[in-house]
Each structure stands twice: as structure tokens, then as C-alpha cells.
């Protein structure tokens, strides 16, 4: 014990290297610096406070009483001093913890700083043993030495060191903030002081924008915006302010130019800036100023300016005299000081063109199919001009024989997170003949509401419109005459009628799915029909499976793991009794139903149900399956 | 034997006593050394002084690469000059204590206080292991807690633990070697110790702060500074700043759709604000855009604030616009009509900000800018 203790030197650094007694002694130091130190600025060094914990230990007592814990110095002598005003805090709750452990804790947080020290100073580095804690910290102290050079020390009164020098800091700023501070006079937007790192952003000189107008680098279409902010016009009496803690507009009746150019008005806007593509040469000016005429050339980028208003008294101003033009008894010169960010980061243009291939253009579907958006590369293969597709369903668009498939697909999109492939199907032109397509689905789901609100679709065109041969022309006549037998999709009922036919199938699906989740939400429900309505004004009932759920769902849930048979439609989603609630781990919506469908869908889905009471009546179409209607009442 | 463990017991707290003191003169040097005012230097405990070391140490080193990749400093005239017709020596920061950079450096302060406050946020220097290896001082500012108290420390203890992840995240991608220039941009809760009258409390009492986060990684090879991630947190107030007309305001309720609209909206976009009740913020946008609005909303959902990238707004009658919309979560004024009286009525607060013009005006490309949706 005592050959360790004999050794000057060496650190008490090692967790268990010291005796008992030696802990004792350290913990009994009870200057709560470092709590102090996280606590306001007015709880004085070395006042200790009332957290001391009465030691009750054998042989500590007298050392208690000869340590003074208001010595100024008492925070440096104590070693293992918590570093944490944390750490002091749980001290205070945790009076059954052991003060072993507490010890522990911060002997190992001195360790691990040590290590990083080391870590960090060169001299330390090549060292293959670890060093102790007191050599490590003479090596640091001989290193801060060496990094401050001649400079002088930090310890004059009046010198306000901050830990980086300005400049330095400055810069940081600025690079950090990826921008420019610039300030520009209110009266013409004349530049007049501007940041180095312009050259970085803008790629003009700070020469060459000083003193210029800022108007002369802004967008045209921006300048008004510009000059609004910069302005103290009697035009904007009452500014538009937002208040912070309502966050509503609070119309400020202030004098004009009292509180906008009063120092702090803050202005936080965007627009659009010059920036100078190639390298500035002064043979190239020219070049560039005739160029500059012609707008496709003109590069711009969006700048986040924001800042605040401020104003010196002319007389300050010596030979720039800025302020009124050629008033002498001028009011201030004010002018606006702020920082521009270049918005790069966030999705510009660029970022949704690059995404999407040149073949490729992007719709929205609502719920039940219609579209609701339609890309303007759509006209390009499609013949159609946007405003031609939208409010129309998909289904009148595809080709009889995908019918099946991107139903079932449509289902299933309805109900997964993912995204959901198809196969390639045809879709029809506005001259008649069917470009392939093959897509890729998703249902864009609220992350509040978690209700489904949209489904996006990105089309691949595979081939385009071609008359290839007598297949498509005969479809395109097919599908013209409407009395042909329809392909029967699982779980629509086939009215006839081409048209309606192909709305119905999506309002439909869309309904299958609210009234699933409508019955999700209400398990009790589960066994009965919860469409008492329709089942009795249904005037046939073929299907027996009038207790569950759309049939065409039972494909749909089988599927869940399988590769995908929707090719072969027939017979093979009938399955017969088979229940499906409450299986299926795709059902990822929650039971928070609201009226999400928009009107339209429902009365559309009323349409085709009279049509087809009407028209089944002189039994024209096939077999009407009215177990599987479902609309929302 | 007593007599013996007693003496022995005196000898080795003497010996203690001793290596205590010269560690403590040991500190002291240290300490002195750093750039500090003498009333924080005395206040500063053992850890803190090692940490604040660690700190210079790691910025000196950050800030040596700098200086040897830019040769611009050369050139700077401050602002301050040009009005008074001056010019300002040129500070590489290798001078020594001479009066005139001692000025120099007093005005340059100046300037640096005004770069940090046009900013309206601090400055964060993050290592790859999320140490806040530098902070500027007016962090006191905006977290109460004071640079010296906080510098060193790492950032995973006084932010929110739900966004560890995505700090975690942005840390990740800049150790493996992505160069500079890469930006980071991501919204966090961060203690503070504010009180609402400004005044600073301790840490037990900290409040939750939303600070939006924009920087770029710099790359270092140096042994002792490692990449790091330049960062400006900036809270994300809705404060007096004075409205362009090219902006407008909104609420919404906590699914994005419009419950209130400034009449502005009427001469930026077309709709008019009765037209927009009701209507969900997904259907007005780009379809490109919905991942972008997608993240703005899950973040407000979880954070309280937002700041949306720029994103396509469809115009009524054809075209769209870009906008970028900084968006709040408050408590609802206005009397809660809806039947859902359980829970405190939130809604959303936007101001968006119109970045361009109308691009391709007569292009329709959704069900919602046609006229014909709104004349039910």
C-alpha cells in the first residue's frame, strides 16, 4: 500500500488502485463545482451547497472537519470531482447507491477523457504504453503551448477571448451555412458590403458586386418581391406579422417606417439570383454582358435571404455617404443585413426529372381509380392532353384482357404498404390503337390519418401504339361494341355496358375496401352482413357467400405470400365459405375509417346498380351478382 | 499496531495530498492556456477542462486545413470599414498580441457576432462520434446552457431520444468517407434550459427545443480531428418577421387539409380560401413531391416543426409553382368544432413562401385544378 502511495508521480488513474482510505478522503471534498458550474452563473465558486452527504465512516471524521469547503481551490484539488452536474443530481436522489459506484463512474469518465487527450495529442500517439493521467495532461499543457505559438496569452482583463478567433469563426459561419452575408441599402439595393464566400456561390468576385444594384442579379420576376422587403413605402402601412405563440397574423398599426426599419425588423424571404456559370475573365465580360441579354442563358438559383434591418446615422458615414441622394440633413442610412443560403439541398427541380426515365410519366389515382393527375409526358404516348383523362376511370382505358389483373392488382395496392408491380397491359390511345405499359403502384397512405388518400402510379411505356396486327384491331372493335361478354373479375358484378362497367369496377374495389375496414373496426359485425340494404333490395342472390367479405378479397388474402396467379380470374377466386377476417397481415390499415371516398365514386356505384336493375330485367347481361355490390350509405 | 496503520494511514494521506496538488497545478496551467474569461475559468471542474482542451485542440486542427486550402483571407474588408472608409489588417491568426490586431480583433468580434445573429442560430461543430467539439457562445441564447458547459460534451445527451436515430444517421454517412460538400439538413429537439421570461434554469428542469439543423461535412485527415459535421441550428420560430406578399398562411388540421387560408393564397395560387377547406395538402401538390411532403408532415407529427424542402404547388386552372413551407404544430384558437373533443385540439400552422413564378400555365395537370371541381 504504501510502496503505491510513495509514488509521486504516478496517477492515481487506475480504477482500483487506491486505497480505501484515499477515496474517503477525495469524496469528502465537497465543493460541488462542478454542479455549480451547470447551474446559473450566480451560485459562487466554492460555496458549498447543502447536497454534502454526511459521511459516516470510520476515521473520516476528523478529516471532515479539517477540510474547509469554501477553499477557492477546492474544486481542483479534488480529483474524481463529478463532471456532471447529472451525476452530482443522482448522487442526491440515489442515497442508497454506493458511493464505490458513484466513484466509479466518474473515475471512468476522467479515464475515458484521458484516453481521448491522448488520443489527440501528437506527442502522446506513438507511446505503446498507456501513459498516466498526469503525464498525459503536462503533455497536453505542453502542447496547447506549442499550438498558441507566440501568441499571448489569454489572461489579459479586458481582452474578450472567445475560443476561436474571429475570422476563423467567421468563416466557419459562413461555410457552414453554405451562404453569403451581404448588405445592401434600402433606398437602391446597392451592395454594399459582401462576403468572400460569394465567390463560392454565386462565382462573381466580391469586386465585381460591390456597389453594384442588387436588383441587377435578382429575377426578374423577383424584383418586386425584393424591393417589398427592402422598401419603407407608405404602400405597406400595416405589416403582416406572425405572432409567435398563436402563430396568427397580427396586423401591427405601427408608424410608417417605425417598426420596419426600426434596428431588428427581421425579413426572411426567398429569390432568385444570378449566378455566373464560367470563370470570370475580363475579355469574357463582354461576351457575357451581351449574352446575359438572352434569358435561356441566364442561370439562376433560389436564395434563402434572412436577416434584419438596420440603420446607422449618415453622419457616420464619411466618404460613402450613403443614404438619401443628395440630401444633407438625410435620415439614416438603412439598409438591410443578411445572410443568403443556397437551397441546393433540398429536392430541387432536378432531383424528380432525373428520377423519372424519359419513357416513363407518373399519374394519380383517387381511391377508386379515376385519375386525378395526370403527368404532362402522359400526351406524348398517350394521345390524351391531361385535362382529356382526368375525372375518368383507368378501367375505360385498359384493354379487356388485363381487366382482371390490374383489378386484382388495384386490390391489392388498396392494401399494401408496398409497391406493387403489373404485368405489362395495354392501354388505349386517343386514335384507338393500345400503347403496352407496365407499371409500378402504390397507395399513398396520410401519416396522420393513415388512410389511404391517393394511389401513385409510374408507367413505363414498353411499346408504343402500333397496329399490330389483327388482335388489337379487333379488340379496339371489341371493346367499341359493348355487347360482347365481358370477362368476369372476381368480385364485380358484370353489368353491361362497357362503360359503366369499366367505372364500376374501380368505385367497387374502392368500396371493398371501406367497407372491409368498416367491418374491421367492428369485429362484432364479423359474421353478419353489415350491408342489410342491398341484400334486400337484391332481387337475385345466386352467391352463397353472402356472410363475408367480397369474394374477390379471398384471391387477394390467399395471396399474401404466393406468386401471383391473377392470370386465370375464372373459378379460381369463388372459394366457397372461406373467411378472411382478421388473417391477413397485409391489413396494415388502421381501424380509423373516415369518409375518405369522395361523393362521386358513390353515386356512381348507385348508377350502376339501376342500370343494371334496369337492364336485368330484360336480362341482357350475365348473371348478376349482386352479393357483391358494396357502397358506403 | 494501531499506532502503526495510523501513522501509515497519515503518510498516505499526505501522499495523496501531494498528487492531488501538483494535478491541480497541472489543470491550472491548462486551464490557463485556454481562451476563457477568468470568472468562467475558475468556475471550470477537472473534466471540463480536459473536455474544453479536447475541444481547442480538435478546431485547431479542423481550422489548419482550412487555412491551407483557402487563400482568400487575404482580401477581407469588413463591412464596418466601408462606411468608415477603412481597411482592416489582414488577421491570418498567427499575429501576435499587437494593438492593432488587438482592435482588429475587437471589431472582427463585432462582425462575427453579427454573422451569428443575421443567422438567428449558433453554430455546432459535431465529431463523427457526435461530440458538439465546438459550439458558439451564443448557444447560451437558445439552450440556456452555456458554451463552456457544453462544449466537449457529447450531442446524444441533450437531445431527444426518439431522434437519436436520425442524428445517428447523418453522423454515419460522414464517416464513410462522403466528401465535403455533401449537405446535411434534419430537424431535432435539443434540451434547453429556458425559461419563458429567458432566464436559465439548471438541467433537471430542461424544456425540449426544436432546432433545425443545416451544415455540411468537412473532411479531415489529420490524426486529431476527424471528419466533422459543420452544422447552424437554428430554432424555428414564427417570429415578427415582416410577410412578403409572395407569401401566404395557412392551418390545417393534423391531416393536412386546409381549415383556414389567408386571402394571399387567392392571388399566388388561384383558389380561393373557402375553396381550400377541406381539401388535403397532398392533393394540391406534385405527385413527385409527395415524399417531400410526406417527411414535413411526419416531422411535424413527431417534432412540432418542420421546415419542408421546395415542393411543386398546383396553381388553379393550370401550372404550379414552387414553394417551400415552414411549418408548426399550435394549439388550436380558434373554438374546437369538432367532435372529437378528447383530445387538446393541435393544428398546423404553414407559412409557405412562393419561390417562382407560375411555370407552364396552361398545363392541367390534376382533377384539382380544374374549374369544374369547384363548382359543386
Known amino acids: 500500500m504504501s510502496a503505491r502511495n510513495a509514488s509521486a508521480g504516478g496517477g492515481d488513474r487506475a480504477g482500483g488502485g487506491e486505497p480505501a482510505e484515499d477515496l474517503l478522503v477525495e469524496e469528502n471534498q465537497s465543493s460541488s463545482m462542478s454542479l455549480s458550474s451547470l447551474m446559473s452563473a450566480s451560485s459562487a465558486a466554492g460555496v458549498s451547497l447543502s447536497m454534502e452527504m454526511p459521511r459516516k465512516r470510520k476515521g473520516s471524521i476528523d478529516i471532515q472537519d479539517s477540510k474547509s469547503a469554501s477553499i477557492p481551490d477546492a474544486d481542483m484539488e479534488d480529483d474524481d470531482n463529478g463532471s456532471d452536474g447529472d451525476d452530482q443530481h443522482v448522487k442526491m436522489k440515489c442515497i442508497r447507491e454506493p458511493h464505490s459506484q458513484i466513484e466509479k463512474r466518474r473515475r471512468d469518465k476522467m479515464n475515458i477523457l484521458i484516453d481521448k487527450l491522448s488520443a489527440m495529442i501528437p506527442t502522446c500517439n506513438p507511446m505503446s504504453r498507456k501513459l498516466d493521467k498526469l503525464t498525459v495532461l503536462r503533455m497536453a499543457v505542453q502542447h496547447l503551448k506549442s499550438l498558441k505559438g507566440s501568441a499571448s496569452s489569454f489572461s489579459e482583463a479586458n481582452y474578450k477571448p472567445s475560443f476561436l478567433p474571429n475570422e476563423e469563426l467567421k468563416h466557419l459561419v459562413l461555410k457552414a451555412a453554405d451562404g453569403f452575408l451581404f448588405v445592401v441599402g434600402c433606398d437602391r439595393g446597392k451592395i454594399v458590403f459582401v462576403s468572400e464566400s460569394v465567390t463560392k456561390i454565386l462565382n462573381y468576385s466580391r469586386a465585381e458586386l460591390i456597389g453594384q444594384s442588387l436588383f441587377d442579379y435578382i429575377h426578374p420576376k423577383d424584383m418586386g418581391k425584393v424591393k417589398e422587403q427592402l422598401s419603407a413605402s407608405e404602400l405597406y402601412p400595416r405589416e403582416r406579422l406572425i405572432d409567435a405563440k398563436t402563430g396568427l397574423q397580427v396586423q401591427a398599426y405601427l408608424p410608417v417606417g417605425g417598426a420596419r426599419l426600426c434596428s431588428g425588423a427581421r425579413r426572411s424571404f426567398f429569390c432568385r439570383m444570378k449566378y455566373n456559370k464560367v470563370s470570370i475573365k475580363v475579355e469574357e465580360k463582354e461576351f457575357q454582358a451581351s449574352s446575359s441579354k438572352k434569358k435561356e442563358s441566364q442561370k439562376y438559383c433560389t436564395v434563402h435571404c434572412t436577416g434584419y434591418m438596420r440603420s446607422w446615422p449618415t453622419s457616420q458615414l464619411g466618404a460613402e455617404g450613403e443614404g438619401e441622394a443628395d440630401k444633407q440633413d438625410s435620415s439614416d442610412f438603412s439598409c438591410l443585413v443578411a445572410v443568403g443560403r443556397i437551397h441546393s439541398h433540398s429536392s430541387p427541380q432536378a432531383n424528380g426529372e432525373v428520377r423519372v426515365k424519359p419513357t416513363e410519366f407518373i399519374t394519380r389515382y383517387a381511391m377508386d381509380g379515376k385519375f386525378t393527375f395526370v403527368d404532362q409526358r402522359a400526351t406524348t404516348f398517350l394521345g390524351y392532353l391531361p385535362q382529356e383523362l382526368l375525372g375518368t376511370s383507368c378501367y375505360e382505358y385498359f384493354h379487356q384482357d388485363d381487366l382482371p389483373h390490374l383489378a386484382d392488382r388495384h386490390r391489392k395496392v388498396l392494401r399494401s404498404k408496398e409497391k406493387i408491380d403489373t404485368n405489362c397491359y395495354k392501354f388505349k390511345t386517343k386514335c384507338g390503337s393500345f400503347v403496352t405499359l407496365q407499371s409500378q403502384w402504390f397507395s399513398f397512405v396520410n401519416p396522420w390519418t393513415k388512410e389511404v388518400e391517393y394511389i401513385v402510379s409510374t408507367n413505363t411505356v414498353i411499346s408504343q401504339a402500333s397496329r399490330s396486327g389483327n388482335k388489337s384491331e379487333q379488340s379496339c372493335k371489341t371493346s367499341d361494341d359493348g355487347k360482347k361478354s365481358l370477362p368476369i373479375i372476381p368480385g364485380i358484378s358484370a353489368t353491361p355496358g362497357s362503360m359503366i362497367y369499366a367505372g364500376s369496377i374501380g368505385t367497387q374495389i374502392a368500396n371493398e375496401l371501406l367497407d372491409f375496414n368498416r367491418m374491421n373496426s367492428s369485429p362484432s359485425s364479423g359474421n353478419a352482413s353489415p350491408f342489410s340494404l342491398p341484400q334486400d333490395k337484391s332481387p337475385q342472390t345466386h352467391n352463397q357467400n353472402s356472410n363475408n367479405v367480397p369474394n374477390g378479397e379471398a384471391a387477394d388474402m390467399e395471396i399474401a405470400g404466393k406468386s401471383s396467379p391473377e392470370d386465370e380470374p375464372q373459378g379460381a377466386a369463388f372459394s366457397g365459405g372461406e373467411t378472411l377476417m382478421g388473417e391477413n397481415s397485409q391489413m396494415d390499415l388502421d381501424s380509423v375509417v373516415g369518409p375518405g371516398l369522395s361523393s362521386l365514386s358513390n353515386d356512381e356505384a348507385a348508377m350502376a346498380v339501376i342500370m343494371s336493375l334496369l337492364e336485368s330485367d330484360t336480362n341482357l347481361g350475365e348473371a348478376v351478382d349482386f352479393e357483391d355490390m358494396r357502397w358506403s350509405l | ?376
Open chain 2, 1 to 376: 499496531m494501531t499506532a502503526d496503520k495510523e501513522k501509515r494511514r497519515v503518510i498516505s494521506r499526505e501522499a495523496a495530498r501531494k498528487r492531488r496538488q501538483v494535478e491541480s497545478e497541472v489543470f491550472r496551467d491548462l486551464s490557463r492556456l485556454l481562451p476563457l474569461q477568468p470568472s468562467v475559468r475558475s468556475n471550470l471542474d477537472k473534466p471540463s477542462v480536459i473536455r474544453l482542451t479536447l475541444s481547442y485542440i480538435r478546431m485547431h486542427a479542423l481550422l489548419k486545413v482550412n487555412f491551407a486550402t483557402e487563400a482568400e483571407t487575404s482580401q477581407s474588408v469588413k463591412y464596418g470599414d466601408v462606411l468608415e472608409g477603412g481597411e482592416e489588417v489582414c488577421d491570418g491568426g498567427q499575429d501576435g498580441g499587437e494593438k492593432e490586431t488587438e482592435e482588429a480583433t475587437e471589431e472582427a468580434s463585432g462582425e462575427t457576432q453579427l454573422h451569428l445573429s443575421t443567422l438567428e442560430g449558433f453554430l455546432m461543430v459535431l465529431s463523427s462520434e457526435g461530440d458538439m467539439v465546438y459550439l458558439s457562445d451564443n448557444v447560451s441564447k437558445y439552450m440556456g446552457l452555456t458554451q463552456t458547459e457544453l462544449m466537449g460534451h457529447n450531442i446524444f445527451d441533450f437531445t431527444h431520444p426518439s431522434d437519436h436515430e436520425e442524428i445517428r444517421f447523418n453522423l454515419q454517412r460522414m464517416s464513410e468517407g462522403v466528401w465535403c460538400g455533401a449537405t446535411r439538413t434534419f430537424v431535432l429537439r435539443i434540451k434547453s434550459t429556458l425559461t419563458q421570461r429567458g432566464r436559465s434554469t439548471n438541467l433537471k428542469s430542461a424544456t425540449w427545443k426544436v432546432l433545425h439543423c443545416q451544415g455540411r461535412v468537412r473532411v479531415c485527415s489529420a490524426p486529431s480531428a476527424g471528419s466533422c459535421l459543420l452544422l447552424t441550428c437554428q430554432p424555428l420560430p414564427l417570429s415578427h418577421t415582416l410577410l412578403s406578399s409572395h407569401t401566404f398562411t395557412s392551418q390545417h388540421s393534423m391531416d393536412m387539409r386546409f381549415t383556414h387560408c389567408d386571402q394571399r393564397v387567392t392571388l399566388l395560387l388561384g383558389y380561393s380560401p373557402v375553396e381550400l377547406l377541406g381539401r388535403s395538402i397532398y392533393d394540391l401538390c406534385h405527385t413527385l413531391d409527395t415524399d417531400c411532403l410526406t417527411k414535413n408532415h411526419l416531422n411535424l407529427c413527431f417534432k412540432s416543426q418542420s421546415v419542408s424542402g421546395q415542393y411543386r404547388m398546383l396553381v388553379r386552372g393550370g401550372g404550379y409553382v414552387w414553394v417551400e413551407s415552414h411549418c408548426a404544430v399550435i394549439p388550436s384558437v380558434r373554438a374546437s368544432k369538432s367532435r372529437f373533443r378528447s383530445y387538446q385540439p393541435l393544428c398546423i400552422l404553414c407559412v409557405t413562401y412562393i419561390l417562382s413564378g407560375v411555370e407552364e400555365p396552361s398545363l392541367l395537370l390534376s382533377l384539382d385544378q380544374t374549374i369544374n371541381r369547384y363548382l359543386s
